[in-house]
């Protein structure tokens, strides 16, 4: 079976730290790039940073010079390390693996108070 657990959400205040994690469990086919999305109360889901198999990364506007992406092959897990958090950060954050379908893991809140 395959599963994507996300952790290390929690409640900061703005300009505080956080990271994300996203282990990865069972067999995985064809997989492309890996990211993270987060998703606001009454918003859309959206895209917040990428990382392909070759290590390439990609970021949002609004998060770039803030977050990082990275990984370990070795312990089958993907970061997001949030710096300087602002209350528009405030979502549930999800982990995502795209091969031949979508996984998602369960998500993780991130409250940034101001």
């Known amino acids: 079976q395959v599963r994507l657990v996300e952790s290390g959400g929690g409640l900061v205040q703005a300009g505080g730290s956080l990271r994300l994690s996203c282990v990865a469990s069972?067999?995985?086919?064809?997989?492309?790039?890996m990211g993270w999305y987060r998703q606001a109360p009454g918003k859309q889901r959206e895209l917040v940073a990428t990382i392909a198999t070759g290590g390439s990364t990609n970021y949002t506007g609004s998060v770039k010079g803030r977050f990082t992406i990275s990984r370990d092959n070795a312990k089958n897990t993907m970061y997001l390390q949030m710096n300087s958090l602002k209350p528009e950060d405030t979502a549930v954050y999800y982990c995502?693996?795209?091969?031949?379908?979508?996984?998602w893991g369960q998500g993780t809140q991130v409250t940034v108070s101001s």
């Open positions: 995502n693996f795209k091969g031949l379908w979508d996984y």
């Open positions: 069972g067999t995985f086919f064809s997989i492309r790039v």
